[in-house]
């Protein structure tokens, strides 16, 4: 699987090269989308070609699912699962971005992981509404629309909700503790045996080992008011949450609304998607993913991992227990940074690589 569209370009950003353009300099191709998802698309029909010009036919049946609207949340994909599921085709493995070789990805972990998201995180769009009496902001009542909103956000704090380590990252860590260097893979090895201890340390540390072990929060938009000096008779504010494996949709929206505990605050649920469960690494599938890196990128080992975005794969998982997210490309953290960002680009030798990549899946299916 992979998206052919991508994300807008902000005028006013500097572009080494213009992000429309597919520059090929310096041995990298530059462009918006080159990361995410054109590069990981257009290695899977080269391996494809490739193999039909040398007479190759697969021992499996594959399907090619390329969406246009992944970026916006849209229903491309959906539609694509639809039909499968219609013609009663149950995939035995569905792979899709989300993943990627990366360089030590945690402190003291040395060489190369090729992170695989075998999860999925959840995603549900609230927005609190509140309304209040208008009027002269000279005298404004206790509680203001506004206020209230406030208030509310306010209370949604880290703690909303439980952490808990999801199996993948349990077994991540074992793999890493292997290696790190001596302490560093004691403590690795004993978070590994212990996930309520982990999942209590990565709540600690905050942002991204945070968000592999509990649902998030995020306000992203707020809203109320037409003039500096009326009281605004509602206000609103929107909630992005990440779903954590093993909660959902209805779940995380009645632990939000008691939490902000404001009969005066509605909570609406506008768009939401479950969290997948978690795909199996002690598999024929993982196990073909894991050989197919050994071709492609045999520096690397490779590794179970839980993706906080959401991918096209989640109208996958509903139906289909094998599902693996990961991109044959070695991205360093500072190309990781450039996606959705500017100067994105792909090395032509990661392309090369990732399509050796897909060969190898394809021939071991
Ligand atoms: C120890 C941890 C190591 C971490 C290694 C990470 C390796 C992964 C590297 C790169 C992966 C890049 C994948 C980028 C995919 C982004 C998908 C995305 O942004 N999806 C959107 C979907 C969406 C949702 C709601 C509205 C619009 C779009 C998202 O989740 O926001």
Known sequence: MAHFDVVPVDESDDWTHPPFAGVVADGFVFGRGALDDKGPLLVVPEAVENLLAAGFAPAREVYLSFGGNEETFGDAAEAIAQALRQRGIVPWMVIDEGGAVVDAPLPFVRGAAAMVGVGEKGIATLQLSARGDGGHASAPPTRTAVGRIARAVDRLGPTTFRPRTPAGISRMLRLFSAR???????????????????ARLFARLGGAPAALVRTTIAATMQSG????????????????LRIALGESVASATRRVTRRIGDRGVRVELLEGSEPSAE?????AQ????ARSVGTSHPEAATVPYVMMAATDSRYFHRFCPAVYRFAPLAMSAELRATIHGVDERVSVSELERGERFHRALLMGL
Request: hydrophobic residues 50%.
């Open 279 to 283: 795909s199996r690494t002690d598999n």
């Open 286 to 289: 993982f196990a073909l993913i």
């Open 180 to 198: 790190a260097n001596r302490p560093a893979g004691l403590l690795l090895r004993a978070l590994a045996a212990m996930p309520p201890v982990t």
């Open 225 to 240: 008011g037409t003039a500096a000096n009326v009281l605004p008779s509602q206000a609103t504010a929107t909630l992005n």
